[in-house]
């Protein structure tokens, strides 16, 4: 009993210290590994941490950089009030690699049945080329899921960003185009080309697409009234020069990214060069004012019904124009032979001092490329006659909206704008005409509309106190001219304190036999274009462009 006992006491003591040994190595081994974690997580934390201050070092224009890496991005572009002109948005394009075609009649089948109006006569071709090929670009969601359920190894998707233009062709113009690389070719697109690639905010434009509509849509229905070759309207804000609505048209829709080579879908707005007739006889006025050689009651008497300059002779367009006309009846009634002794008594050097300090005779500084040099000329004695009515003489409607902008507004300089800028709009005004010509101006360009004897009552549209002056000018042909014309309204309202410009030009516009006019100044209304002038065209057409946008003008920009 007593050695049982022993061997019983050793055996416990050697399971003990087994057990022991056991839970000590267990320890150790647990203790490594939370050692091990802990070093590891201690270096990624370095490592994140040395990463963390690195970024943060970079500059902020780097930054930019850094998240605008893909070679396609282009920023969206936003009208004044943040509607979409421009997105950039996520594509997929399918192309094929016939190389890893196993079955090429199952391919097509299949292709056949998501696809069924492809060529597939081309597609068979290209298959048998054996080189890589785009299928179909920018693929819906819906073809997207049934083509690459087909599960075929050569069918490749692509995913690229591309520019949608939700407005089709509203803006085509102003925004213009960019090739398949992305690349701005004209408007916005080209001369904003690198800031739009650069940045992630949205080019902020001074345009509203409601205005915009609403203007091309009148533009649209009177190009079937006059059947006029095209037409353009610009709409600016004579205090700041934003451009709040700029259509030519024809236009084009933007998304089909075609070649335009049709010279009739030039932007008339900027880049057509015209010669515009009466409308500089307001330019013409406002220089003699400036000088003070004349007042508006100043009187001219005993005014020819012809002048002879040169080989050519001027005369008034109408007979009835009477012989002894103050300086605002020379501009109500348009007369020419008035115009000229203005000029006369302003000589060459004054009167073209004027038109370059408004920004007549030379090329503007515009936001987009597309923009057209006036015509340059030789000045002499019948060279001054002719330019003092508007004859022999071209610019752009921009450029004809921007002076009259400058002559309404009190004098101050202005430079058109389509991008929104909030320092623009808070830098001091620099005066370029002296103070009072404007109010003198504008009192007169009202009574135009106003009067009978005044060639624009058709834009009489009540509650906006609408002024501006008619120009109605033949086309330059080589040699002389032709029966062609361009017929221009230029107005401002409302007259007692300018906000806006409206320019609206028709480019070869036709009479019209069953069109009805609706008397604006008298009672009644008249069936049939009784001429092809801008008080019967362009005319009307502001005043219909008025009717509708004047509200929104009222109610959404009451705080200019």
């Known amino acids: 009993m007593?050695?049982?006992?022993?061997?019983?006491?050793?055996?416990?003591?050697?399971?003990?210290?087994?057990s022991y040994k056991k839970s000590k190595t267990n320890l150790d081994i647990q203790f490594n590994r939370i050692a091990f974690i802990f070093f590891v997580f201690l270096v990624i934390s370095i490592i994140y941490s040395i990463q963390l201050l690195h970024l943060g070092s970079l500059k902020a224009e780097d930054s930019k950089k850094f998240l605008t890496v893909n070679k396609n991005h282009r920023a969206d572009i936003l009208d004044r009030n943040g509607n979409y002109l421009v997105k950039t948005v996520k594509s997929i394009d399918i192309a094929i690699n016939p190389i890893e075609v196993i079955d090429k009649k199952k391919l097509l089948i299949n292709l056949q049945l998501i696809f069924p109006d492809k060529n597939y006569a081309?597609?068979?071709?290209?298959?048998?080329?054996?080189?890589?090929?785009?299928?179909?670009?920018?693929?819906?969601?819906?073809?997207?899921?049934?083509?690459?359920?087909?599960?075929?190894?050569?069918?490749?998707s692509e995913e690229k960003l591309t520019r949608i233009y939700p407005q089709k062709n509203l803006f085509s113009h102003i925004i213009g185009q960019i090739d398949d690389d992305n690349k701005g070719i004209s408007g916005l697109e080209k001369s904003f080309n690198e800031k739009l690639k650069q940045t992630n905010e949205p080019l902020k434009l001074t345009v509203d697409t409601d205005i915009q509509f609403l203007i091309r849509e009148e533009l649209v229905k009177?190009?079937?009234?006059?059947?006029?070759?095209?037409?353009?309207?610009?709409?600016?804000?004579?205090?700041?020069?934003?451009?709040?609505?700029?259509?030519?048209?024809?236009?084009?829709?933007?998304?089909?990214?075609?070649?335009?080579?049709?010279?009739?879908?030039?932007?008339?707005?900027?880049?057509?060069?015209?010669?515009?007739?009466?409308?500089?006889?307001?330019?013409?006025?406002?220089?003699?004012?400036?000088?003070?050689?004349?007042?508006?009651?100043?009187?001219?008497?005993?005014?020819?019904?012809?002048?002879?300059?040169?080989?050519?002779?001027?005369?008034?367009?109408?007979n009835k124009i009477p012989s002894d006309l103050t300086v605002e009846q020379i501009l109500i009634r348009s007369g020419n032979i008035g115009s000229v002794r203005i000029g006369q008594k302003l000589e060459i050097i004054k009167l073209k001092a004027f038109l370059e300090k408004i920004g007549i005779l030379s090329k503007i500084n515009f936001d987009i490329e597309e923009v057209g040099e006036p015509i340059p000329f030789k000045w002499g004695k019948c060279k001054l006659a002719t330019v003092s009515f508007g004859h022999g003489i071209t610019t752009t409607p921009l450029q004809l909206a921007k002076a009259y902008a400058i002559i309404s507004n009190g004098g101050f300089a202005v430079e058109p704008?389509?991008?929104?800028?909030?320092?623009?709009?808070?830098?001091?005004?620099?005066?370029?005409?002296?103070?009072?010509?404007?109010?003198?101006?504008?009192?007169?360009?009202?009574?135009?509309?106003?009067t009978k004897e005044g060639t624009a009552g058709l834009v009489n549209i009540e509650g906006y106190e609408v002024?501006?002056?008619?120009?109605?000018?033949q086309k330059t042909v080589l040699g002389g001219y032709s029966k062609a014309k361009v017929n221009t309204f230029a107005g401002i309202f409302p007259t007692s304190n300018p906000k806006y410009v409206l320019i609206v030009l028709l480019d070869e516009p036709k009479t019209s036999s069953v069109y009805v006019y609706e008397y604006k100044n008298k009672k009644g209304s008249y069936k049939g274009t009784p001429f092809n002038t801008a008080g019967w065209t362009s005319v009307e057409v502001a005043g219909k462009i008025i009717e509708k946008i004047g509200p929104i003008l009222a109610t959404k920009y009451i705080e200019n």
């Open 122 to 156: 081309e597609i068979i071709k290209k298959l048998e080329k054996n080189k890589f090929f785009y299928f179909e670009k920018k693929i819906s969601s819906e073809n997207y899921e049934k083509i690459m359920l087909l599960g075929d190894k050569s069918i490749k």
């Open 2 to 18: 007593a050695m049982n006992n022993k061997r019983n006491i050793i055996l416990e003591e050697y399971e003990n210290e087994f």
């Open 222 to 318: 009177f190009q079937s009234i006059f059947r006029s070759k095209g037409s353009t309207a610009i709409l600016m804000n004579v205090n700041n020069g934003e451009v709040i609505s700029m259509v030519s048209y024809p236009d084009f829709d933007l998304n089909k990214r075609e070649k335009i080579v049709d010279l009739n879908f030039i932007n008339r707005a900027t880049k057509g060069v015209y010669e515009l007739g009466s409308v500089f006889k307001t330019f013409t006025v406002a220089a003699g004012l400036e000088e003070g050689l004349i007042n508006t009651d100043t009187e001219f008497l005993n005014l020819e019904k012809k002048l002879q300059c040169g080989k050519s002779s001027i005369s008034e367009y109408d």
């Open 417 to 450: 704008s389509l991008i929104k800028s909030e320092l623009k709009n808070n830098q001091q005004k620099k005066r370029i005409i002296k103070a009072g010509i404007s109010e003198k101006i504008n009192l007169i360009l009202r009574k135009i509309v106003t």
């Open 467 to 473: 002024g501006g002056k008619t120009g109605t000018a």
